[in-house]
Protein backbone atom coordinates (compact mmCIF):
# COMPACT_ATOMS: atom_id res chain seq x y z
CA UNK A 1 0.00 0.00 0.00
CA UNK A 2 1.16 2.94 -1.08
CA UNK A 3 0.63 6.46 1.05
CA UNK A 4 3.39 9.41 1.58
CA UNK A 5 4.51 7.68 5.23
CA UNK A 6 5.31 4.90 3.42
CA UNK A 7 7.09 6.40 0.17
CA UNK A 8 9.02 8.32 2.52
CA UNK A 9 10.40 6.13 4.82
CA UNK A 10 11.70 3.51 1.51
CA UNK A 11 13.35 6.83 0.16
CA UNK A 12 15.05 7.89 3.50
CA UNK A 13 15.84 4.66 3.82
CA UNK A 14 17.37 4.22 0.47
CA UNK A 15 19.00 7.33 1.25
CA UNK A 16 20.95 6.23 4.39
CA UNK A 17 22.92 3.80 2.16
CA UNK A 18 24.04 6.32 -0.32
CA UNK A 19 21.06 5.01 -3.05
CA UNK A 20 19.80 8.47 -4.33
CA UNK A 21 17.08 6.71 -6.31
CA UNK A 22 14.34 5.04 -5.75
CA UNK A 23 11.14 3.75 -7.79
CA UNK A 24 8.10 4.64 -7.54
CA UNK A 25 5.69 3.13 -9.91
CA UNK A 26 6.76 4.42 -13.31
CA UNK A 27 8.77 7.32 -11.47
CA UNK A 28 12.46 7.59 -10.15
CA UNK A 29 12.83 9.84 -7.12
CA UNK A 30 15.80 11.31 -6.66
CA UNK A 31 17.28 13.28 -3.42
CA UNK A 32 20.29 14.90 -4.22
CA UNK A 33 22.74 14.30 -1.87
CA UNK A 34 25.28 17.32 -2.64
CA UNK A 35 28.28 15.53 -3.24
CA UNK A 36 29.85 12.79 -5.59
CA UNK A 37 28.77 9.17 -5.18
CA UNK A 38 30.85 7.89 -7.80
CA UNK A 39 27.31 6.88 -9.51
CA UNK A 40 27.89 8.26 -12.86
CA UNK A 41 31.39 6.74 -13.61
CA UNK A 42 32.23 5.20 -17.10
CA UNK A 43 31.26 1.78 -15.53
CA UNK A 44 28.43 2.30 -14.59
CA UNK A 45 27.36 4.19 -18.16
CA UNK A 46 28.37 1.05 -19.28
CA UNK A 47 26.35 -1.72 -17.15
CA UNK A 48 23.00 0.12 -17.61
CA UNK A 49 23.87 0.53 -21.88
CA UNK A 50 24.37 -3.32 -21.46
CA UNK A 51 20.95 -4.27 -20.42
CA UNK A 52 18.10 -5.90 -22.42
CA UNK A 53 14.73 -4.93 -22.25
CA UNK A 54 13.46 -7.62 -19.64
CA UNK A 55 15.81 -6.70 -16.76
CA UNK A 56 14.68 -5.00 -14.18
CA UNK A 57 17.58 -2.23 -13.70
CA UNK A 58 18.28 -0.70 -9.92
CA UNK A 59 16.72 2.69 -9.68
CA UNK A 60 19.08 5.47 -11.73
CA UNK A 61 18.74 8.26 -13.81
CA UNK A 62 20.24 5.80 -17.00
CA UNK A 63 18.02 3.62 -16.13
CA UNK A 64 15.06 5.89 -17.14
CA UNK A 65 16.89 7.18 -20.12
CA UNK A 66 17.43 3.42 -20.91
CA UNK A 67 14.49 2.92 -20.96
CA UNK A 68 13.30 5.92 -22.88
CA UNK A 69 15.99 4.82 -25.86
CA UNK A 70 14.20 1.42 -25.88
CA UNK A 71 11.00 3.04 -26.55
CA UNK A 72 12.75 5.03 -29.13
CA UNK A 73 14.04 2.22 -31.09
CA UNK A 74 10.28 0.60 -31.04
CA UNK A 75 8.84 3.53 -32.67
CA UNK A 76 7.52 5.02 -29.57
CA UNK A 77 6.81 8.56 -29.00
CA UNK A 78 9.21 9.34 -25.40
CA UNK A 79 9.28 12.33 -22.79
CA UNK A 80 10.87 12.32 -19.93
CA UNK A 81 9.68 15.17 -17.19
CA UNK A 82 12.29 16.23 -14.54
CA UNK A 83 10.96 18.06 -11.94
CA UNK A 84 11.54 19.25 -8.24
CA UNK A 85 12.76 22.58 -6.28
CA UNK A 86 15.60 24.94 -7.10
CA UNK A 87 18.88 23.55 -6.42
CA UNK A 88 16.96 19.96 -6.50
CA UNK A 89 19.79 18.32 -9.04
CA UNK A 90 17.48 18.97 -12.47
CA UNK A 91 19.95 20.22 -14.53
CA UNK A 92 22.30 17.69 -13.31
CA UNK A 93 19.98 14.54 -13.83
CA UNK A 94 19.04 16.31 -17.71
CA UNK A 95 22.88 16.65 -18.50
CA UNK A 96 23.42 12.47 -17.35
CA UNK A 97 20.08 11.05 -19.25
CA UNK A 98 21.68 13.16 -21.94
CA UNK A 99 24.85 11.46 -21.27
CA UNK A 100 23.93 8.24 -21.42
CA UNK A 101 21.63 8.72 -24.86
CA UNK A 102 24.49 10.35 -26.30
CA UNK A 103 26.73 7.12 -25.60
CA UNK A 104 23.95 4.40 -26.78
CA UNK A 105 23.51 6.00 -29.95
CA UNK A 106 26.98 6.48 -30.55
CA UNK A 107 27.96 2.71 -29.95
CA UNK A 108 24.63 1.77 -31.63
CA UNK A 109 25.43 3.88 -34.91
CA UNK A 110 29.59 2.69 -34.47
CA UNK A 111 27.95 -1.37 -34.97
Known amino acids: HLDDEA ?3 AVRARYEHRQ ?5 GRMLVAVNPFEDLGIYSRDQLEAYAALGGDEEPPPHAYA ?3 AAYRGLLAGGCQSIVITGESGAGKTETSK ?3 QFIAHVSSARGAG
Open 7 to 9: ILS
Open 20 to 24: IYSSV
Open 64 to 66: IAS
Open 96 to 98: RML
